[in-house]
């Protein structure tokens, strides 16, 4: 049972280009979650979809950032007019409900780098 | 608000010392799950442990322990003659009640040296 994959491992954007980060969760996990980790910071929680749903987005910025969980295939992250800013460790987790406060699973991240 | 406070942002330690990571958290929740992860190095998020409020006991893995107190909202955690492999960041968290959206205190550094 492979765990929740992440790719790329490593993307590399030129400020104004747009990054796509894609996180395949755990089989069998309807539940997605993406946080960011700025340098020398913690996690910090950004959005949790369901499968064809944004259930909250509390933490995405305004603007430039937009995620979505299709019926099929992996949930992505996308940020357009990437700048120095969002360069930062993408993490994706998943988990199977939201009762009882299921452990969720990490991804290995996607490390951003924008130049 | 959530809120989940480590204050040492950077212990070092000489190998086989013992070293306790603080948490101090908030929650408004009568009722929640507190979480450990490790982040090594190489950078990925290794959970640790989930311990549900309900149950204060002290908790022992290996060199592992966690110490839960309800009263002082907070889930110490302590490594036990220390190894260089436990060299890593270390995250406490506690979860959104609506979800498994997780606050993360913002980190300790542990360097263990040999």
């Known amino acids: 049972n492979a765990g929740v994959m992440q790719n790329p491992r490593h993307l590399v954007r030129r400020r104004g280009q747009e990054a796509r980060l894609r996180c395949s969760p755990m089989?069998?996990?309807?539940?997605v979650y993406w946080y960011r980790q700025l340098p020398e910071e913690g996690l910090k929680f950004m959005v949790y979809?369901?499968?064809?749903?944004?259930?909250?987005e509390s933490g995405m910025p305004k603007e430039r950032f937009s995620a979505e969980f299709p019926k099929e295939g992996p949930s992505i992250l996308r940020i357009q007019q990437v700048v120095r800013g969002d360069s930062a460790a993408y993490f994706c987790?998943?988990?199977?409900?939201?009762?009882?406060?299921?452990?969720?699973?990490f991804g290995q991240g996607t490390r951003l780098t924008v130049v | 608000a959530q809120k989940v406070t480590q204050a040492q942002t950077e212990i070092s330690v000489v190998e086989k010392e013992d070293v306790t990571l603080d948490c101090v958290y908030e929650?408004?929740?009568?009722?929640?799950?507190l979480f450990w992860y490790k982040q090594p190095p190489s950078g990925e998020l290794v959970f640790l442990i989930r311990?549900?409020?309900?149950?204060?006991q002290n908790e022992i893995s290996g060199r592992y322990s966690w110490n839960f107190q309800k009263s002082t909202s907070s889930f110490n955690f302590t490594i036990t003659a220390s190894q260089v492999v436990d060299s890593a960041v270390y995250f406490c968290?506690?979860?959104?009640?609506?979800?498994?959206?997780?606050?993360f205190g913002g980190g300790t550094r542990l360097m263990v040296k040999p």
């Open positions: 987790a998943s988990s199977p409900s939201v009762q009882g406060n299921t452990e969720a699973f």
């Open positions: 089989k069998g996990h309807s539940h």
């Open positions: 979809l369901q499968k064809e749903n944004i259930i909250d």
């Open positions: 929650t408004r929740d009568t009722t929640y799950y």
């Open positions: 311990r549900n409020s309900f149950d204060e």
């Open positions: 968290a506690l979860p959104h009640d609506a979800g498994n959206m997780l606050t």
